[in-house]
């Protein structure tokens, strides 16, 4: 990767469109990589379901390797997209406000687009809601498992929310705890969405094949874990580069990018919590 910043040269992470007009910011074929990957993802998940059935011809084994090289495809796009957005232009770049800004506003319309995916999935439940309830039996949704997740993620958020206003007071010890602590509990309550998984399709026989309810609820809370580790890798990136000495009171925009997208994350575990499971639980 060249170094130099003169003349007419450009700086490039491979892939990247080397003849992109100048003014026209960077090109990349990160974010397409990405997307591509991510798609890769929802379509393992319907061949898993297509194959699950009787009369199915397709291979059960397609949908976990699909699913599998998918997710490989998808961190490797977002690393390389992150560090060619991010990491690799910190040293050698002024802090920019306008810059910032264009960031800050990125992921608000980022976000938007999530609100209006889990929105589709959200609006599928409520019609489902609507009919016949309960639509068969229905596991124990409201156990201590779910509360304290819910706990760690909330607390998660406090730790970030603690981190950010440490950075922004130039104290990078109480940032650096914070970040860790946030990335531990991330990765805990990813933890303990696993071990729900297992506990329903294991013991209680509930899978995202168990009716309407079921592909409901794996759905939304498939969706969300795979929002919430994208956030714990986005975390684990910020982290690392904060233990290089990155990030200070005037530059510190991708800790602000990635605390909006954490804080949203567990405000959807919420409602997930108050309409998937105790909703679900109460009209049973």
């Known amino acids: 990767m060249s ?29 397409f990589i990405t997307a591509l990957s991510a798609g890769g993802i ?24 699909l699913t599998a090289s998918s997710v490989g495809g998808f961190l490797f796009g977002l690393y390389g997209w992150v560090y060619h957005a991010f990491v690799s232009e910190f040293w ?14 990125g992921m608000i319309a980022f976000l938007g687009s999530e609100l209006a995916t889990f929105g ?10 609507a009919g016949t309830w309960p639509p068969g039996e229905l596991p124990h949704l409201t156990g201590s498992l779910v509360i304290i997740n819910t706990v760690i993620l909330v607390a998660s958020s406090l730790t970030l929310h603690w ?51 079921g592909s409901a609820f794996f759905g939304l809370t498939g969706l969300h874990g795979l929002h919430v580790s994208l956030g714990g890798v986005l975390l684990a990136i910020v982290t ?13 925009v991708s800790v602000s990018t990635v605390s909006m997208y954490w804080h949203f994350v567990d405000v959807v575990w919420i409602f997930l919590v108050v309409i998937l499971y105790l909703g679900a639980s109460l009209g049973a």
């Open 3 to 31: 170094t130099d910043h003169g003349g007419d040269d450009h700086e490039h992470h491979l892939p990247a469109v080397e003849d992109w007009p100048r003014g026209f910011g960077e090109a990349s074929w990160w974010p």
């Open 120 to 129: 589709a999935v959200f609006t599928y439940y409520f019609f489902i809601r």
């Open 92 to 105: 050698s770049s002024d802090a920019d406000e306008t810059s910032s800004s264009a960031l800050r506003w």
């Open 163 to 213: 981190a950010h206003v440490a950075i922004r007071n130039n104290d990078r010890r109480k940032f650096l705890i914070g970040l860790l602590a946030t990335l531990l509990l991330g990765v805990v309550f990813i933890g303990g969405q696993v071990y729900e998984y297992y506990e329903f399709i294991v013991h209680s026989q509930f899978t995202v094949t168990s009716g309407f309810f």
């Open 42 to 65: 929802y379509l393992g998940a319907a061949l898993f379901i297509v194959a699950g059935g009787s009369d199915s011809t397709i291979n059960p084994m397609y949908a976990p390797l």
């Open 240 to 252: 690392v580069r904060a233990l290089a000495g990155q990030y200070s009171a005037d530059r510190h």
